[in-house]
């Protein structure tokens, strides 16, 4: 193994129902099972008054979280995943859950050890 | 301004009590407070046989992650803060609670608007 993990940071730009914990909560959990992950727990906190939402969902190959700022239409994801799951596989679910205008994707490999 | 978020991805090598989930509960939340962070939930699972554990702080001003792989003495951490946090300050407190050989620290700005 050269790496212990591949990490995204997903910002997404021009996006929608980044105010709906239920929506970002259901979006989440299907970004995780479509990358092949597996779900050990998961919770999301609703802000007021601006309606953002900070979300977690820990796996057994690491994490996803999200951060949301509704009043720009803007959205901070991280997908962390180690072992044989396949991060990319969720960006067409973050895609179709929440419609950004503009994704911004950085890859890094967390533990590279060469 | 000019950015949602400072998201710091830091690598520890080297480190220790990697496989007691009591001592990284408190190094995290001593971590986010020193940080001016507040928090509001935190969640560590202890994985067997290896002892890893992963666990998320979710904060008002967003989240620290923790992943730990104890047999090659390595653990994968972010921090994420937004407003008038400053994610540096929890950097000695990693250092204090770890004592890793050697850290790798990766800065990204999330939601640059310039």
Request: charged fraction near 20%; charge should be negative.
């Given at each position: 193994m050269k790496f212990a993990g591949t990490h995204l940071l997903i910002d997404l730009w021009g996006?929608?129902?980044?105010?709906?914990p239920d929506h970002i909560d259901a979006a989440l959990r299907e970004a995780a099972v479509t990358a092949g992950a597996t779900i050990l727990h998961s919770h999301f906190h609703h802000f007021s008054p601006n309606g953002g939402v900070s979300g977690v969902v820990v796996l057994a190959e690491s994490h996803i979280s999200i951060h949301t700022w509704p009043e720009r239409d803007f959205a901070a994801i991280d997908i962390f995943m180690c072992g044989a799951?396949?991060?990319?596989?969720s960006l067409p679910v973050l895609q179709r859950a929440f419609g950004p205008e503009r994704v911004v994707l950085d890859e890094q490999r967390r533990g590279r050890v060469s």
């Amino acid at each position: 193994m050269k790496f212990a993990g591949t990490h995204l940071l997903i910002d997404l730009w021009g996006a929608s129902r980044l105010d709906d914990p239920d929506h970002i909560d259901a979006a989440l959990r299907e970004a995780a099972v479509t990358a092949g992950a597996t779900i050990l727990h998961s919770h999301f906190h609703h802000f007021s008054p601006n309606g953002g939402v900070s979300g977690v969902v820990v796996l057994a190959e690491s994490h996803i979280s999200i951060h949301t700022w509704p009043e720009r239409d803007f959205a901070a994801i991280d997908i962390f995943m180690c072992g044989a799951c396949n991060p990319h596989l969720s960006l067409p679910v973050l895609q179709r859950a929440f419609g950004p205008e503009r994704v911004v994707l950085d890859e890094q490999r967390r533990g590279r050890v060469s």
